[in-house]
């Protein structure tokens, strides 16, 4: 694996694989008595969060300390941020704390990519969403999610997606996640389509690894998984739909349309859920859907990416499995 | 797999057989006899293998011991990696699986089962890990084969084979179930690792 | 003042000549020229060209003196070849008034490095709502001929209009930048497949194009002539050359960094590739390279934009847009233009020094080397190579999107009026 996780291009399938595999065996500690292990002692991780978002920094927060790495939360709300001081100085501030990896979340697209790549730190660097650039570890728990449910928990160790045939709905434009997931699934085999309107799908998205179409109920038959986005209340005023009651009825997911997907096929959602806008509570609270049992293996999928990362002299190495006797 | 296999197979000259598979049978025969007799009968007895090779072991003696007893044997597997204290010394390891029976450890004769005892830094790491794991009643260590230079107070209760090494030397243990053959080998280190 | 003798220079990289200097003109240009007591510059096969001008600078003073001031500024343009410069309006005040223009004109004569020919604004504080005090900055003493909002469009289509008709009065010409702003709300780099990747907001081809198309039309109905800063599209280019089919009165210009570099740069992040208008693709920087090749592009202007270090040194979207430009314009034009043979030296000569001047209707420069003549000159050493290093400018700022690449060509001399601001490629 490379030494910072920026984007989901970031993997090659055996890193991605490798990724997901060991999400699986973090899981497990879930379920133990003592949900920590001694890997990470003396690390330390700065989750660096210069926008909200508890779900995310509290999913890191737990990764880590289940990992018993150290852990300090640096927001930017009423941070020296807020008086001006820039993503430079704060870096070189965590830094001099000794920080081994800084988990950062910023609105500016390239920051997290800045961060690794202009010499201000040594720090592994883990992207937890920038911008409307990309969310990798969300793109990894999602692909956990669904090897789960598709493959199978053991079949599915080694494996990747192959064949399985995964939608994206909602405001591609300007999504992290759907960025991070078409590139990821992409690699692990899976064939995903987006669906929005044509004025949530960027300009250029013809480079993309997918497909893309203007019509929810022609996909939805030949999904094995839907995964619906957020869409913010206020891109209505930018124009990009005319109406909320517009975009449910031709993009939101309800009742009757989940009965057109396949017997097996799964709901996701990375949350948090605008109920009624992109999907009815009747879906939501549906067994298919799978957006808390998505919170639960985010927090593996961020403990296996931070063991790799930080768990040695250096990231794992995905093409060979190393074993000792001694 | 590893570079040992590559040498063996490729005819390495230097790597000799010390025990083949009969032997290594008769080992865990008598080393599954041992476990009942020590445990008196083996009724609480959960054997835990070390990933690879000692989870294999761990199922055969799980046979063998329900040849004896005629009682279902609980085994299952330890992954001790992240609990290992080199971890800063390599890449990030990949992970091997930790399968705990159902009925758990607390209050049991957990008997940890690997392929070769030698620093004992893995069965140390083993304790750690099964600490954060339940309780049992007491913890045994057998081994298929020790080859000495301790370097922690750990001693192992069941041993295949006592082979006394030099540090230049290697021990590597094949078995069927991942290696297609049961065989220990004893070799020179710089013939072994240079690949 | 002495006699200078540049013997062996390729004029507009013709056969070898001598050019001899008396005071401030060029005395006489030939073979075997003789002067007693003249000072010789071995030219050694060097190229002379007419000092160059750049009609799109960004002088910063007043107001951002931390970034370039009118002597470190004319110092980089004396050091890329260039005898007189157009300082862009937008400074801090804004150069809206013939007070402001006239205090940028006078810091301009007091460096000696070069000409400075303050640019008017359009409108009061570049704000595109009413128009500033256009004939009182033709009137002052800068004589401003060419106003610009640059950095902003004016975009009230009515604002543009009045502004091409009123300046007609005094010969004056408004010089566009061409951007749609409704289209381009947060837009962070050209719209297409890499900002699709990058997840960046988008500043479409048709922004600019849409404003180009309208304005010429503009320019058409009322009889005006209109000049178009920094073309970046292919999309641009059609249309400009369909307005000179039809004879409207337009001119445009290109930049170095538009026939050179492209988006794909800006997956790096780094904002030194950050610029407005933006990198664009391959297809149309070699649609800019054909149109200056046949003439449907006018000129080359730098846009010389200095920022501070900490303006660039952060994540993208905070960063400031711009790039400095004047001392290595020369060789990227080398590069793209001469080497590819789109152009020979006397093609840009006609891009880098006459035009500009003729836009601009700045007399004095932009002059024939030839007897008689303001001896306004540049020898550059077109067999030159080497690596861009920020650190040997002159100007204040460091933002080149060059660092480290290897361009052709150097400027080893520049004479101003006959007296020589770069010697050895050191400022004299």
């Not at chain 1, 927001?75 to 081994?100: I, N, P, R, W």
């Not at chain 2, 091997?96 to 140390?124: C, K, M, N, Q, Y």
Request: hydrophobic share 40%.
């Amino acid at each position: 694996m490379k030494r910072h996780l920026i984007s989901a291009a970031d993997l090659t399938r055996d890193d991605a694989v490798l990724v997901l595999d060991t999400a699986e065996e973090m899981a497990r500690v879930a379920d133990r008595p003592i949900k920590k292990l001694p890997t990470l002692r003396g690390r330390t991780i700065v989750n660096l969060f210069f926008e909200d978002s508890t779900r995310t920094r509290i999913s890191f927060e737990a990764a880590a300390k289940r990992l018993s790495a150290d852990v300090i939360n640096f927001s930017a709300k009423g941070s020296s941020v807020s008086k001006g001081e820039s993503l430079k100085d704060t870096a070189l501030t965590l830094e001099a704390m000794g920080a081994d990896a800084v988990v950062i979340r910023h609105p500016a697209s390239g920051a997290p990519y800045r961060l690794a790549n202009s010499g201000w730190i040594d720090s592994t660097v883990v992207n937890a969403g920038d911008g409307t650039h990309e969310h990798p570890t969300q793109a990894l728990l999602d692909a956990f999610t669904l090897r789960r449910r598709l493959v199978g928990r053991d079949a599915g160790m080694g494996k990747g997606l192959d064949g399985r045939r995964v939608t994206i709905v909602g405001d591609v434009l300007h999504s992290r996640v759907a960025r991070s997931n078409v590139l990821l699934l992409h690699t692990l085999g899976a064939e995903v389509t987006l669906v929005a309107p044509p004025t949530l799908v960027p300009v250029g998205v013809e480079s993309w690894p997918c497909e893309v179409s203007y019509d929810l109920d022609a996909v939805l038959p030949k999904s094995d998984a839907v995964m619906m986005l957020r869409v913010q209340r206020e891109r209505m005023n930018a124009a990009f739909f005319p109406t909320e009651r517009e975009y449910s009825r031709r993009y939101g997911l309800n009742g009757h349309r989940m009965a057109k997907m396949p017997g097996e096929a799964i709901v996701m959602h990375p949350g948090p859920m605008v109920r009624g806008m992109e999907i009815t509570a009747e879906v939501a609270d549906s067994d298919r859907c799978t957006a808390v049992e998505q919170v639960a293996n985010g927090v593996s999928a961020r403990m296996a990416v931070l063991y790799l990362l930080l768990g040695g002299s250096e990231p794992a190495i995905s093409t060979t499995r190393t074993e000792e006797n001694n | 797999m590893d570079t040992s296999t590559d040498a063996s197979t490729a005819g390495n000259t230097d790597a000799r057989p010390v025990l083949e598979g009969p032997d290594i049978a008769r080992v865990l025969t008598r080393i599954a006899h041992e476990i009942v007799e020590r445990a008196k009968g083996a009724e609480d007895v959960v054997l835990l293998g070390i990933p690879t090779r000692g989870v294999f072991l761990a199922r055969r003696l799980a046979e063998k011991l329900e040849e004896i007893t005629g009682r279902k044997i609980p085994v299952g597997s330890l992954d001790i990696t992240m609990y290992r204290d080199d971890l800063r010394m390599k890449p990030a390891r990949a992970l091997g699986r930790t399968e705990i029976p159902a009925d758990g450890l607390d209050g049991r004769l957990v008997v940890l089962v690997d392929d070769v005892l030698f620093s004992g830094r893995t069965i140390r790491a083993a304790l750690d890990a099964l600490g954060d794991l339940g309780r049992p009643r007491a913890v045994q260590l057998a081994v298929l084969v020790d080859r000495g230079h301790r370097e922690l107070p750990i001693r192992a209760d069941y041993v295949g084979k006592n082979l006394p090494t030099s540090l230049r030397e290697t021990v590597k243990v094949q078995l069927a179930e991942e290696d297609g053959r049961d065989t220990v080998l004893l070799g020179s280190k710089q013939q072994t690792t240079g690949a | 003042m002495s006699k200078i003798l540049i013997r062996g220079a390729k004029v507009l990289g013709g056969e070898p000549q001598d050019v001899l200097i008396d005071g401030e003109t060029i005395e006489a240009v030939g073979t075997g020229l003789i002067a007693e007591g003249a000072q010789v510059i071995e030219a050694d096969g060097k190229v002379l060209l007419p000092g160059l001008v750049d009609l799109h600078t960004h002088l910063r003073e007043p107001g951002r003196e931390d970034s370039e001031t009118v002597l470190t500024g004319t110092q980089a343009a004396a050091s890329g070849g260039y005898t007189a410069v157009f300082a862009m309006a937008n400074t801090f005040p804004v150069a809206d008034t013939a007070g402001v223009v006239e205090q940028v004109w006078r810091l301009g004569k007091e460096s000696g490095y070069c000409d400075v020919q303050p640019i008017g604004a359009v409108t009061v504080g570049l704000e595109g709502k009413q128009l500033a005090e256009l004939g009182a900055m033709h009137d002052s003493a800068a004589q401003v001929t060419v106003f610009s909002d640059d950095g902003k469009c004016v975009d009230d289509a009515v604002i543009m209009r009045r502004a091409l008709e009123y300046v007609k009065a005094f010969g004056g010409v408004v010089a566009q930048h061409a951007q749609e702003p409704r289209l381009t709300e947060g837009a962070q780099m050209n719209e297409g497949i890499v900002s699709a990747e990058l997840g960046l907001g988008g500043w479409p081809a048709v922004a600019e194009e849409s404003v180009i198309a309208r304005d010429v039309l503009l320019a058409e109905h009322v009889g005006s002539r209109v000049h178009i800063c920094h073309l970046s599209t292919a999309g641009s280019v059609e249309i400009i050359r369909w307005a000179k089919s039809r004879g409207i009165d337009v001119t445009a210009e290109v930049t170095p960094h538009h026939l050179l570099l492209t988006d794909e740069l800006v997956r790096s992040y780094n904002p030194v590739y950050k610029v407005n208008p933006p990198l664009r693709t391959e297809a149309d920087v070699l649609a800019l390279r054909e149109a200056l090749a046949d003439g449907t592009i006018d000129i080359v202007a730098t846009d010389h934009a200095p920022h501070p270090h900490e303006d660039k040194d952060c994540e993208w979207a905070a960063a400031a847009m711009g790039m400095v430009g004047l001392e290595t314009a020369l060789s990227v034009v080398q590069q793209t233009m001469v080497e590819t043979g789109l152009l020979d030296w006397s093609g840009v000569a006609e891009r880098m020094s006459y035009k500009p001047a003729r836009i601009g209707s700045l007399t004095g420069h932009g002059r024939p080397v030839s007897a008689g003549e303001p001896a306004n000159l540049t020898l550059v050493d077109t067999a030159y190579r080497g690596e861009v290093d920020p650190a040997g400018f002159a100007s204040r700022s460091r933002n080149t999107p060059y660092e480290g690449r290897e361009l052709p060509g150097r400027v080893t001399h520049t004479w101003l009026r006959g007296r020589a601001t770069v010697v050895d490629g050191k400022l004299a």
